[in-house]
């Protein structure tokens, strides 16, 4: 059965058996990308993008220097340059797990504030995912290859990316802020605490950088989860939480799984339970992360505040009525709220492309520990580590370095750390998203910078502006183009100081 | 014939036909130490050296996960904890190219200050050195095993080393003070920088972190090398200066190498004039870097003020003498300042262990470009990096990647960018160290601060305090303890706060 530890561990079994992104996406920033890459986005539907693409011949392994290093692959970036003149800004956007394109698209806060700042905006995807393939569709075959898939190399990319293209475009002292959301925003971090020299600073947006070993306590996300409901409404959260047993004893009757399929507008019968749970599980954890303030379409068109919504969808039921239709009523907000499914496939959904990609990070160095508390709305579960390593061991021949991220990156006491290293970034998050209690929600110093909101969501701040936009949005978008302008402001003046003394 | 660049190209002909770590020497910080290692130091003559070694296993591939990445190889670590006890500071020396227990030996400023901090002192041998060889006697057979040595990965073994060694010790609060001299500066330096978490602050002494692309005038190593003779005695400058034509002319004569040979008192007849030409070379770049205020023993035994002495020697010749007579006895004042050799060894001189290691780091990372000027007192010559690259290709079947260190590292205008990013180094530097003019000479900000003394040579700090010690030097360690001093009580007073709003 589904928990909140099984869930990441079945996970790995859906791998072999059943692919889907489900699941998976619950544990880790933006997996849930993939769904919509596959089910909502694509390039084709985004042909007014501004963006041209180009190909950089990139290094493979920057790290050691044997005869594989040397082998280049082509790593995707996006360019627009329509407000750019030489020796302005640059604004890069440091890709995470998936398609550039679609990060792009949904990344429009750069090209509302690209005149203001003259700014050239890049766009660059993330090796191993995209159209960034360093061995083609042999990419994902085993650790030979998804060896090189990692943070530290992605960082090293974007390093040499960007020296590269200020070189050719004889732009060398242009200041270069980086901007990211999700594991974007952690690589956007950690790229300003690692290449000072070539960021000037950081926006990190929704970045659970704080995810890691004990920093952050396990239980910490789903109770967020849990939270948001349980604003909403106390019974909402109740039904929720009841629910699963509800669903068990369902389906240990006989001709349970056949209701189940009944209640559920299955496409087709479902073999077992596990499917069912993880439809509502990814229901209930993606809207939360969305809980966004207008209607949008980022995982799944839905509507303003959805959590709100799916609520009202649970408490409208007359009394008597089962939890299972309640639950099964508020998750087709999620899966339908455009009204176009007739019926629901619950069991070998589409797979989405790229999914291995986070698989591996995650049985490599991403290994973000979770557990259910009994306050949460899902059932009570612990975090088995040995359980995970094995699966990890079992599927890709690898064993996971837990400890690497905290002893590359720091974590542990970042306030303090921070206060006396490092500058120039901002923190921004959203509260009604789980995963900011993962990340820095405490300003640190003058200039490392927590922007928080009680009512924001998954880096809402990188949305495009829009005109139902509330005042709160609207305010951290002004604090974070201040906070810019403020550290181009210092650079530039940094630099002539440099030139008259010279 | 040898010169400025082709010095340091011949270098790799003496890879092939005669080994020796003479010529390259001069070329990297350090490099002289293998000399000194296979010439005058071994571990049975420092018996009393007040440290255990241990011998930690370390991950060979930090930063890909391939299945070759788990390998484990055995790094050693010195431990001195006669003064330490749980929380004090830990200081850590970040050991380069060479025997860590050599290292050990010549860094007594450590064993000086430890017992005022309660320091507990760790030497960490750096991977492919001394006996941390993670291919055993195999380890520099080709670009498949020493693909993995480079700065990055020696960064990554300090930090997961440094990070298991307080959790076994229980003293996970600890602060951590990274120390290094020459290479073992820049890796101290790079190591605050790029893991700031670990480490509190760094005191890099005489690290040329500087010396790479065109950040530092490509002639100012050799010119700087020439002032200090140059301001010892002006005839002695244009003795050196102009011996090299004389030299040349001599070996172009019927007999000529047989006339060198007896002028310069070599063992066997020479067979070229490279080797005396290197012998010259080396013995005045090694003693402008060692050009101490006291009598010391660093790569060969050697008066106080060398450079001052073998200037008198020129000096003294009578009229008429001729530049090499004068130039070979000023030599040998490097060579055989105690008087025990009977003839020189110039051609096939003892190889040094490890001397591959540094060769290798030179022909991928630690690209240094180095030309002779006019003004300097050897001939003048330009850097071919093309010629360069073709031989590091030739001997290892890699190329280099002569950018990469300011990519990772970064290095052109540091003051901009570690005034808004970074803190608590401290750069120390004596200007008659060539290497000094590699390094950071001025104060960025409040907490990276440049100590530099006049008549300081390379990292003459680092030497065990003695009684003839001049003041400028006892000041320049008094201000090095007084800052570290602070950075350790700002530490204390940060967890105290964190613990007091727990």
Redesign the interface.
């Known amino acids: 059965m589904a928990s909140c530890t099984s869930l990441l561990l079945l996970f790995f079994a859906f791998l072999v058996t059943m692919p889907t992104s489900k699941t998976m996406a619950a544990f880790f920033p933006g997996a849930s990308y993939y769904q919509s890459l596959t089910t909502t986005q694509s390039k084709a539907k985004n042909p007014e993008i501004p963006y041209k693409a180009h190909y950089f011949p990139q290094v493979l ?7 594989i ?2 082998k280049i692959f082509y790593q995707k970036y996006l360019i627009n340059s329509q407000y750019w003149h030489r020796g302005a800004p640059i604004f890069v956007y440091t890709g995470n797990e998936g398609d550039i394109d679609w990060f792009a698209a949904n990344t429009g806060f750069l090209l509302d504030i690209a005149p203001k700042f003259q700014a050239l905006l890049v766009f660059i995807e993330h090796r191993f995912y995209g159209e960034s393939l360093p061995f083609g569709e042999n990419s994902y075959d085993s ?2 290859t ?3 898939l ?1 943070s ?2 992605a960082l ?1 990319d974007f ?2 990316l960007i ?1 590269s293209l200020k070189h050719n475009l004889s732009s060398d002292a242009s200041p270069v802020v980086v901007f990211g959301g999700s594991y974007g925003g952690m690589l956007a971090a950690w790229f ?7 960021a ?1 600073g950081a926006l990190a947006s929704s970045a659970p950088i704080l995810q890691f070993d004990d920093i952050t306590p396990w239980s910490s996300f789903y109770d967020a989860v849990s939270q948001d409901y349980k604003e909403a409404s106390l019974n909402c959260y109740e039904v929720i939480k009841n629910s699963w047993a509800e669903l068990e004893a369902l389906s240990a009757q006989k001709e349970g799984l056949i209701e189940l399929s009944r209640t559920f507008r299955t496409c087709k019968n479902l073999h077992s339970l596990d499917s069912v749970w993880d439809w509502l599980w990814s229901a209930f954890v993606y809207t939360a992360m969305v809980n966004y303030p207008t209607e949008a379409n980022f995982m799944k068109p839905l509507p303003a505040y959805p959590v709100k919504e799916m609520c009202k969808i649970i408490d409208g039921f007359p009394p008597g009525a089962s939890k299972i239709s309640r639950v099964f009523a508020a998750a087709s907000l999620y899966y339908n709220y455009s009204q176009g499914e007739k019926c629901f496939q619950l069991e070998n959904a589409p797979d989405a492309h790229g999914l291995h990609g986070w698989n ?1 990070q995650a049985c ?2 991403m290994v973000m520990p979770m557990t259910c508390s009994k306050e949460s709305m899902f059932p009570p579960s612990e975090f088995d580590y040995k359980e995970f390593a094995d699966r990890c061991m079992k599927r890709y ?3 996971p ?1 837990p ?2 991220i ?19 970034i901002i923190f921004s998050n959203g509260m009604q998203d789980p995963w900011s209690r993962g990340s820095v929600l405490k300003t640190i110093s003058s ?1 490392i910078i927590a922007l928080v909101t009680k009512k924001g969501a998954h880096h809402v701040d990188f949305r495009s502006a829009t005109k139902d936009d509330p005042d709160w949005l609207k305010e951290q978008r002004r604090q974070e183009v201040d906070i810019i302008k403020r550290w181009i402001h ?2 530039y003046a ?2 002539k100081q ?1 030139i008259d003394n010279a």
Not at 61 to 67: I, K, L, N, R
Not at 406 to 424: A, P, W
């Open positions: 392994d920057h790290f050691t220097f044997q005869p290093s040397s650790a030979e998804l060896g090189y990692n530290q190399q090293a390093a040499v020296r300003r605490l690692k290449y000072p020299h070539i000037i591996w490599t160095e021949g690898v064993m370095r400890h690497w905290t002893t590359e990156f720091g974590g542990k006491r970042i306030d303090q750390v921070l206060k006396r290293s490092g500058g120039n200039s210092d650079y940094d630099l440099i």
